[in-house]
């Protein structure tokens, strides 16, 4: 099965937290809190995501984490290899591979495709794109808003 780490699946929680409030800082504690991770987990994911240029650390009495580009902005394929490194699904798929089958491999130009489709498909979404949707309303609580139509 392919599946990102644990780390990666939670600091695409976390960015969701902070794109879901644009403009607002953050504290990890805080980030802890709305995400339901604990604190320790949430500092080691801020970091690789820092260190990307991600999000961005304020210190100071309101400091904390924001996110230094709007939401539409941060692709998936920059949260995964901030948090996992360079995407790679086999051996011969990264440019700088160590692999000794590479001369007589029949699939490793194949191998590269499925990678490249893996990560025009990771940059074609936005973190925007998956942030959770706005709750329904129910019929009682949605109001009616006359407009007059001129045709």
């Not at 980030?31 to 995501?49: C, D, I, M, N």
């Not at 998956?130 to 609580?141: C, K, M, N, T, Y």
Request: proline letters at 7%.
């Amino acid at each position: 099965m392919l599946r990102v780490t644990k780390l990666t699946d939670y600091a695409t929680v976390v960015l969701t937290v902070l794109a879901a409030r644009p403009g607002e800082v953050l504290s990890a504690t805080e980030l802890a809190e709305f995400t339901g991770l604990e604190p320790p987990t949430v500092s080691k994911v801020l970091k690789p995501l820092a260190q990307a240029g991600l999000v961005e650390g304020l210190r100071g009495v309101r400091g904390g984490y924001r996110l230094t580009r709007a939401p539409g902005q941060i692709t998936l394929f920059e949260v995964v290899e901030a948090m996992e490194g360079p995407l790679a699904l086999t051996e011969c798929s990264h440019d700088h591979h160590q692999c000794n089958m590479a001369p007589k491999c029949g699939a490793r130009s194949s191998w590269r495709l499925i990678n490249d489709v893996v990560c025009e498909a990771l940059r074609d979404v936005s973190l925007a794109q998956i942030l959770p949707p706005l709750p329904l309303v129910d019929d009682e609580q949605r109001r009616t808003i006359a407009v007059d139509v001129v045709s």
